[in-house]
Every structure is written in structure tokens, then in C-alpha cells.
């Protein structure tokens, strides 16, 4: 039997941020995108941010995604401004009934909302349904060797991935992950995206906890997997 994509990956939100280092609660957003997909992969609609973050970008983040302090201020827009922005389309994209696609979407979804607090925009108690494919691929392909980074697994599925650590490229390439992934495992997967966005937080709570019993195994008897999902 031929596999179809299911009917919540016809349309996708995807979402991505390039930041100023990677603790969630202390990293600011530099820059930012929101697109909508079609059943294609074709992108639909694309909303780009540039942001100014009020402070230093370090060298080894410029080094990363190539935007540098100078460059934000000069061509950024204010911190405050642009988060309030991107808050109000990423809800206003699940008001419209999509699925926000996030690649290991704690990191996103959590470095957005410190942000959101940072400067007073509402954030609300939850955000779902959220599809992570990160999540999705080491739970439906869990014994394939190799990294799990978003260059590799887009790799592995035969989606294009242009300018790597672009917001851009990123949050484009991981939907179509997404997509690939639903119509590869369509059998797999349930059909209903609440039931899906429940499955993954069960899904990443069992992949952090056996993280972590393989570092303690190997190498830290100390160390501790978060595996809160889709925010930390």
C-alpha cells in the first residue's frame, strides 16, 4: 500500500531562531522565521525578522549564523518590537489551525518565551499542537547510526538544506523533515494532531531519560536529561 501524507502535514507553520548563544533563559534572539507550507513543501507564506538584541552577539555565534553586532544594529529591529511580532504570528498561525514545526522545539519555544517575559508580551500556558521532527525521527528510525542534527537528518530524508544556521533555511528544511517523515511512517503516526503533540511529550520523556542512563553509564553519574516537551 502506497503511503499518503497525513491530512496535518498538508499545511505546516514552521519556526525557527538563529540567537546569541544557547541557554534559553539568558540568549537573545537575532534572528527569526515563520513560514507556511504546503502539502509540496512548497512555501505559502514567509515572514522574516532581523533583530536588533540589545546586547553584544559573541563572535562565536556571528561565526555560526553570520549576523554580527553591527549589522543588527544597523539594519536590526528593536528587540521589543520584533519579538512582540513574532509572538503574535506564531499564535496567530495555530489560531488559523496549523502545526508550529520547531527542531528540537524546546530550544525555540523556550528561548521565545524568556523573551516574550523579557519584554512583557503575553505568552500563554501552552503551545499545541507543536510537531518536532528531531522527536519524530529518533522515535520512528531509533537504531539508525549517526548525528541527529537538522544537516544530517534532512540528509537522510532527501530534503535540501541550503545555508545551514540560516532562521530561513532552517525552519523551511525542517517542515519538509516533517513531511517526509509523516508520509514515510504515515502508518505509524496517529491521524489527529492533539493526539500526536501528546505522544511526543511521552516520546521525549523516554528518549531523555534513556539519554541519561547512557551518560551515567559512560560518563557523568551526575547527569541530568530535561525531557520536558515542546518547552523546557
Not at 555565534?61 to 506564531?90: C, K, M
Not at 534513556?210 to 547527569?223: A, H, I, L, N, T
Amino acid at each position: 500500500m502506497t503511503n499518503t501524507l497525513p491530512l496535518w502535514a498538508e499545511k505546516l507553520a514552521v519556526f525557527d531562531t538563529e540567537t546569541t548563544g544557547v541557554d534559553t533563559s539568558q540568549a537573545r534572539i537575532v534572528s527569526s522565521t515563520i513560514a507556511l507550507l504546503g502539502a509540496g513543501g512548497e512555501v505559502l507564506e514567509r515572514y522574516d525578522w532581523l533583530i536588533d538584541p540589545g546586547v553584544e552577539i559573541p563572535q562565536a555565534a556571528s561565526n555560526i549564523h553570520g549576523i554580527t553586532t553591527e549589522v543588527a544594529r544597523a539594519s536590526g529591529v528593536d528587540a521589543a518590537v520584533g519579538i512582540s511580532q513574532l509572538v503574535a504570528q506564531l499564535l496567530q498561525m495555530l489560531d488559523r489551525g496549523f502545526p508550529v514545526v520547531a527542531y528540537n522545539a524546546p530550544f525555540d519555544l523556550s528561548l521565545l518565551r524568556a523573551e516574550a517575559a523579557r519584554y512583557g508580551v503575553a505568552w500563554p500556558a501552552e503551545i499545541a499542537p507543536v510537531v518536532d521532527p528531531l522527536i519524530l525521527d529518533k522515535q520512528l528510525d531509533r537504531y539508525r547510526k549517526g548525528k541527529r542534527t537538522l544537516e544530517a537528518v534532512a540528509e537522510h530524508y532527501r530534503v535540501p538544506l541550503g545555508l545551514a544556521h540560516d532562521a530561513g533555511e532552517d525552519a523551511i528544511a525542517a517542515g519538509r523533515v516533517a513531511q517526509a517523515i509523516a508520509l514515510k511512517y504515515s502508518q505509524s503516526l496517529p491521524g489527529e494532531l492533539i493526539d500526536l503533540h501528546q505522544q511526543q511529550i511521552g516520546w521525549a520523556a523516554a528518549q531523555a531519560a534513556s539519554f541519561q542512563e547512557y551518560m551515567r553509564r559512560v560518563k557523568d553519574p551526575g547527569f541530568v536529561a530535561n525531557g520536558d516537551w515542546p518547552q523546557k
